[in-house]
T-cell receptor
């Protein structure tokens, strides 16, 4: 069965304290892996798409990497404005459907 | 990217009634989707809204409960019919504005009493 698991469920960091979020997936025929950011009361905001193992993408303090079984979202020197829920999703070859994980709630304290 | 708006942004409804949610995008898109995000849970795809033909529903979702219209390439509606408290969720539309990338609207927060 297709499955996406994110860990940890919640993460508290001090401003400037770098860390990583994990997204492990089990899916046959991966078309792409997506990272989104969701602020309270808002829709998910697109961050990255990764297509193949070894691929990396960066945006400001965020860097996403992909292996054959998991993806990491690295946050370098986070700021309080990085506080949000980060969602991981996969898309299969045969479908437009995004299969989401349950998310990681990140809180960055000043 | 695409600019997506949804109406209403939130509503409180009585059990047994229906609510229609609108999704408008600022450019023509082929693919539009409707997702549900139940309290404390992640997003689940309800259906793909096809222009000019019937929507394609995911397992567990049926047309009688969630009828969808897609009259043109910039607009879609989702109706939540005969609501119960279990339908309390955030309903989100998304579009594939560029290949392989879905952008989401702001969501409609529905509470059913």
């Amino acid at each position: 069965e297709d499955q996406v698991t994110q860990s940890p469920e919640a993460l508290r960091l001090q401003e400037g304290e770098s860390s990583s979020l994990n997204c492990s997936y089990t899916v046959s025929g991966l078309r792409g892996l997506f990272w989104y950011r969701q602020d309270p009361g808002k829709g998910p905001e697109f961050l990255f798409t990764l297509y193949s193992a070894g691929e990396e993408k960066e945006k400001e303090r965020l860097k996403a990497t992909l292996t054959k079984k998991e993806s990491f979202l690295h946050i370098t020197a986070p700021k309080p404005e990085d506080s949000a829920t980060y969602l991981c999703a996969v898309q299969k070859d045969s479908s437009y459907k995004l299969i989401f994980g349950s998310g990681t709630r990140l809180l960055v304290r000043p | 990217s695409a600019v997506i708006s949804q109406k209403p942004s939130r509503d409180i409804c009585q059990r047994g009634t229906s609510l229609t949610i609108q999704c408008q995008v600022d450019s023509q898109v082929t693919m539009m989707f409707w997702y549900r995000q139940q309290p404390g849970q992640s997003l689940t795809l309800i259906a793909t809204a096809n222009q000019g033909s019937e929507a394609t529903y995911e397992s567990g979702f049926v047309i009688d409960k969630f009828p969808i219209s897609r009259p043109n390439l910039t607009f879609s509606t989702l109706t939540v019919s005969n609501m119960s408290p279990e339908d309390s969720s955030i309903y989100l539309c998304s579009v594939e504005a560029i290949p392989d990338t879905q952008y989401f609207g702001p969501g409609t927060r529905l509470t059913v009493l």
